[in-house]
């Protein structure tokens, strides 16, 4: 549920009004908040996100209703408009397919595309297992699963690609992301005296193709084949979903057109051209990429400038990612090759907080203490004080690492003057484990991993990436994008 929570906290301290669900959604899609969105109504996901969270929290929730259909966050002005119960029709709404998500969990469970999707398919498309509920429901009770297919289109050595939504009001750097995945939920329409064996799953491959897709009649009249099964816990929308991946092979004479207007660009791209640009895919894309097509496609990091602002110009640099992304590589990087002094953020607040090093107390009550301090009304304006003050020690350049939260960013650009300038990196979340675990933690599992990651703390750094003067986008070995950042510095020196 997390993610559309923090999307509209983000967008109402922005416009600092209340808002309706539709103004939070538009604004979000606008400015690429809502990428990992697939659905064709977020304005109605959101209001339902929001009001769970009142409904569920009350008074310790961060938002509150204004008035009828207007959000607000809960500082400041105590006053409060009681919404009248929502109560949603079963009957009348939308029922999806859904799992249990224990059930995909334990000894099986997996990250990532698993090509072993037999005893799952057997198992999740079983009327002993699976159950429709409401959508509403679906989207919110984080002990389900919703069921997804996701139709991988095939023609020779291409794959078609689309991209969903039409956004033209951001740089063209930071477009929308492409798809290979067409597909959607099982519904309960779906399901007939011949497909209740498979609680309508196999029909609604078909159906959901055909609403998306204008295919040749005579392309299949069965579902294109299963070739695995996906499960991502690394997002939000990837923890309430798990989808059955489909291949399917059309021939070269054999016209596809968009069905949705939705769909955008749709188009053939050569398999050998993936790698090249992966960071335009979305993250379930870039996994099926890998998985299928690893073979033929060449994955390289890369980075990407911002406008004409050169962040290496600037006097002081923040270097910002998830955990193991590679952000400390690159810190240390700049301090003994360029010059640069470092500054660690992590150290700043454990000497103010008066904590043991993080190796003694662990991360996650490192974690939790600067979460609260963080989020203390002069929080960040004194970690932003301190980092200035340790900076004004030493060389003419700096470079920030750790961090976290947006307030922090601007009071610090307020005290540098806007002398400071904004890396951000990019790591898929299974190349971030690897990384972690080889530096920090060998043992630790990727269930750990991703409860890290998740952590409250952590939850605004993919909002970086809108403000940053340069993407570093870190697919693969850490060798190999430290030397792509080594380029982009010989491009441009120091």
Not at 24 to 51: E, V, W, Y
Not at 82 to 89: D, E, I, M, T
Not at 275 to 291: D, V
Request: charged share 25%; aromatic share 10%.
């Amino acid at each position: 549920m997390g993610k559309f929570l923090e999307v509209a906290e983000y967008v109402l301290r922005l416009n600092g009004r209340p808002m309706t669900a539709r103004e939070l959604a538009d604004q979000a899609q606008r400015s690429r908040h809502l990428d990992f969105c697939n659905g064709k109504t977020p304005h109605q996901t959101m209001g339902a996100r929001i009001s769970v969270d009142i409904r569920k929290n009350g008074p310790s929730s961060r938002f509150k209703r204004t008035s009828k259909g207007h959000f607000a966050l809960r500082e400041g002005d105590p006053d409060e408009y009681q919404a009248r119960p929502f109560v949603k029709s079963i009957s009348r709404g939308e029922l999806v397919l859904v799992a249990p998500r224990d059930q995909i969990r334990g000894s099986t469970y997996f990250h990532g595309i698993s090509s072993d999707f037999e005893p799952y398919a057997s198992r999740l498309l079983s009327p002993s297992e699976a159950s429709f509920v409401p959508r509403v429901r679906a989207e919110t009770d984080t002990s389900l699963k919703q069921i997804l297919s996701y139709v991988i289109v095939r023609n020779g050595e291409s794959v078609l690609r689309f991209q969903r939504g039409k956004y033209t009001n951001v740089e063209s750097f930071l477009k929308g992301r492409y798809s290979i995945g067409f597909g959607g939920h099982v519904k309960s329409s779906d399901v007939s005296l011949f497909s209740y064996a498979d609680m309508g799953y196999s029909q609604s491959v078909i159906r959901e193709l055909n609403e998306e897709l204008r295919l040749p009649k005579n392309i299949f009249k069965v579902p294109p084949p299963m070739v695995a099964v996906l499960n991502d816990d690394s997002s939000d929308v990837g923890q309430a979903h798990i989808a059955f991946v489909h291949m399917l092979e059309v021939g070269q004479n054999e016209e596809i057109r968009k069905n949705e207007k939705s769909i955008n660009r749709l188009s053939y791209v050569p398999i050998s051209s993936l790698g090249t640009e992966l960071e335009l895919y979305e993250y379930w894309s870039r996994l099926c990429i890998r998985q299928f097509f690893g073979a033929k496609v060449k994955i390289f990091p890369r980075m990407k400038q911002r406008g004409r602002l050169n962040p290496l110009k600037e006097g002081a640099v923040a270097v910002v990612g998830s955990i193991g992304g590679g952000k400390t590589a690159i810190c240390k990087l700049l301090e003994s090759s360029y010059g640069y002094q470092y500054v660690s953020t992590s150290s700043i607040l454990g000497n103010m907080l008066k904590l043991p090093p993080i190796s003694e107390i662990g991360r996650g009550k490192m974690q939790d203490a600067t979460f609260q301090f963080i989020n203390s009304p002069e929080g960040p304006e004194k970690l932003a004080r301190a980092i200035f003050e340790e900076v004004k020690k030493g060389r003419t350049k700096y470079v920030i690492d750790g961090i976290r939260n947006i307030k922090t960013l601007v009071e610090l650009k307020k005290v540098l003057e806007g002398k400071l300038a904004l890396i951000y990196i990019e790591t898929n979340p299974e190349d971030a484990f690897e990384y972690y675990r080889k530096r920090e933690d060998p043992h630790v599992s990727f269930d750990e991993f991703l409860a890290i990651l998740s952590h409250p703390v952590e939850r605004e750094i993919p909002y970086f990436a809108q403000r940053a003067d340069a993407i570093l986008y870190n697919y693969g070995s850490t060798e190999s994008f430290v030397g792509v950042f080594e380029e982009f510095l010989k491009g441009d020196p120091v």
